[in-house]
């Protein structure tokens, strides 16, 4: 079995994430860096930010569901999901639709991390999880962040919408992903749950 629980995993991710936030809530300073003439990438940077937290947690679902015969795809929950964050968007003054291609790639992302975890604990069951985090627990949190990142995608649609965004939004991933040190898995993660921020 794994020396570090799941929960473990999370916080030491959350608090690293949390730190390339500066301090502030994350929705406040991409709303703060969208004002400052600061480059791009900084106004991207807490989009990169909140992405990882909620890729974090898809360790915690997986580990909520392995062995519990949960499925990784919920299609149920997934439509929850989108109609909130579409409802939030609208309240932000953000693009529904754009909101919800985005939040379409951050479920992806996680389903991509849960059904690798799956097939490592298949294949070594000695690095299963040893401990089965409470499912409804998880979702609070990553509840939590959804509106988080809701709020900054209303906050940095100048910089979304930018030409430079692809570029800016390269720089912000790899700032966060050395930052919170993620491994090679997480950071695929990453990439798949940004792939609609910059449109076209």
Request: aromatic share 2%; proline share 6%; with cysteine.
């Amino acid at each position: 079995m794994r020396p570090a629980s799941p929960a473990g995993r999370l916080l030491a991710a959350g608090v690293l994430a949390a730190a390339l936030l500066t301090g502030a809530g994350p929705a406040a300073e991409a709303s703060a860096a969208a004002a400052r003439p600061s480059g791009a990438h900084e106004r991207l940077r807490p989009l990169a930010g909140l992405s990882a937290q909620r890729l974090a947690t898809a360790d915690l679902v997986a580990a909520a569901k392995y062995g519990a015969g949960g499925p990784i795809d919920d299609p149920a929950r997934e439509k929850v999901v989108l109609d909130t964050v579409a409802r939030q968007a609208r309240e932000a003054g953000a693009d529904p639709a754009a909101t919800v291609r985005i939040f379409r790639d951050q479920i992806e992302a996680s389903k991509l991390v849960q059904r690798e975890l799956f097939r490592r604990w298949d294949a070594d069951p000695g690095q299963a999880p040893d401990e089965r985090p409470d499912l409804a627990e998880v979702r609070e949190e990553i509840n939590r962040i959804n509106g988080e990142l809701v709020r900054g995608i209303a906050a940095s649609e100048r910089a979304r919408t930018s030409p430079r965004c692809g570029g800016a939004l390269t720089v912000a991933a790899v700032r966060v992903r050395h930052d919170a040190r993620l491994d090679a898995l997480h950071s695929v993660g990453l990439g798949r749950a940004l792939r609609s921020v910059c449109p076209g």
